[in-house]
Structure formats: structure tokens, C-alpha cells
């Protein structure tokens, strides 16, 4: 039915509904002539005659009185899908899919997430973890909507906005813990044995910075992509580590973990990463007002 004008069977069915040309056209805004137009070029394309006049008023044909129920269908169909897309122009449903980092997604998107659930229930939420690069890779491809990463990052193609900052610091275990102890330097940290994050990822990268800025050449005991395994490992007591702050925050940790400052201090950035031709959705646009809350 390719060329089937959807706007000619309204103006069919309003015609019949109203019993003549004169009241369609007032109902529908337009003139006479413009109706009794679309009634010709519908039955043309038919090739039946679809309107007979009895008197003063318009019947349908017996084919016109058949193609009444298609068009009262095709009514409700469009009627349900512009409420569909009401819900997606109000982001009270759709999906957005972002991408972050193993820690970032641990102690930072729940809350974001639980928020953006509440005002948004109907919202479907996916969340893919991986390294910087790979994630930027991602949403390039467009098989991410967004991604909050950690910087330093850069494609030409890419907006890239930071959204806040973390001080990265010293973990042991804790028996370890004592007097608070002043800020540690690379130096003091050259002999110890280190579980550090896995090469490959642009938090190992911040880090190996700090350290060659010191004059130190870091040769981590043991390399793990998770933090939590890292913490896991420092809690028993088989190495240091430095993470961020927020990651050893709990009110359990302080049980766990000795906790000291680094010098000269060591922050990391996150970014809000959005493809610059990209035009967000109601989905999307929810999310990086959440996440640009943060701040």
C-alpha cells in the first residue's frame, strides 16, 4: 500500500462521521475544497467510490463502510503511539546505556542511579564497566549513549566535561593504624609491596604518574582491575595500595584499612563523556543532569 495517504482515510472518516464535506472541513481546518480533494484522490487510489450523497448528507459506500474499521484502528494505533512517544519526550520511559569504570560504578552511579529511578521508574538503565579506552571506543560507536570516566581523555569527537574530583590516598591494613601518620611521598613508598590497579586503565596511568613525578619506578606485587579485590587483599594484610578516598570511606573500613595522605596530593578526575553530534533524548538528558549534579 506504498503512497497510502494516512491524513486522506482522517478526513474519510470525519466526513462520515459528520454526515457531509462543509462540517469535516470545520472540524479538520480546512476548506470545502481541500476535503472533497482528499475524498477524490482516496477513492483514485482505491479505484472504488468510498462517499455517496443521500440528500443533503454524505454515506459511505458498502466499500467505504468496510474501510471504516481500518481506519478506526489505524486511530487508536496512532493515538497509542504519539502517547509512547509522549512518555519518551517526558523520560518517564526509554533506555540509556552508559559506561564507567569498575570503581566509579561502585561508589558512585548507585546513588546517581537510585535517583534517576525514582523520578524516572519507567527508565531502563544499562550499565557497562570497562577500561577508559575502551569505553570512549564505545561511545563513539554509538553503542553507549554516555560514559563518566576518568581523566585525563580526549577524541575529537567526543565532549569530555569534568564533573568532580577525587583524592586518591594511601591503604594498608590496619594493623598499620596508629597516631594519624603526616602525608607519604613516592620514596616512602619504593620498598613496599604494592597491589596496585592493572596496567592498561587511565587510573594505573594517574598513579604511575605520581609516582615517576617522585622519581619512582613502580613495580606493583600484584596488578587487579577490581577494587574490591584490592581491598580485599590489603585487608589481609599482603600489601599497600592507593585508592580513592570514597572507597575506603565506609563506616566498616575504618576496621579494615589505616588510611594516609599523599604527598604532594593526588587527585582524580571524572568526566561526562557525550558524543558532540549525539542529540540526547529525555532518557539521556535525565542522566547527565544527574551526574553533572554530582558537583
Known sequence: MRGLNLDQLITFATVVEHGGFTEAAGRLGLTQPAVSMQIRNLEERFGVRLVERVGKRALPTAAGRDLLPFIRRLREEMEAAAAAMGRHRAGEVGRVRIGTGATACIYRLPPILTALRNAHPGLEIIVVTGNTPDILDAVEGGTLDLALVTLPAGRPGLSIEPVCAEELVCVGPRNDAGPPKPAIA?????????????????????????????????????????????????????????????????????????VQALTPPLIRKLGLVLRRDKVPDAGVRAMVKAITDMR
Open 186 to 258: 613516592p620514596a616512602a613508598l619504593a620498598d613496599e609491596t604494592l597491589i596496585l590497579y592493572e596496567r592498561g586503565g587511565t587510573m594505573r596511568a594517574v598513579i604511575d604518574g605520581w609516582f615517576m613525578a617522585g622519581g619512582i619506578q613502580p613495580r606493583p606485587a600484584m596488578e587487579l582491575g577490581n577494587v574490591e579485590a584490592i581491598k580485599n587483599l590489603v585487608a589481609a594484610g599482603l600489601g599497600r595500595s592507593i585508592l580513592p578516598s570514597v572507597t575506603v570511606a565506609g563506616p566498616q573500613d575504618c576496621e579494615c584499612f589505616a
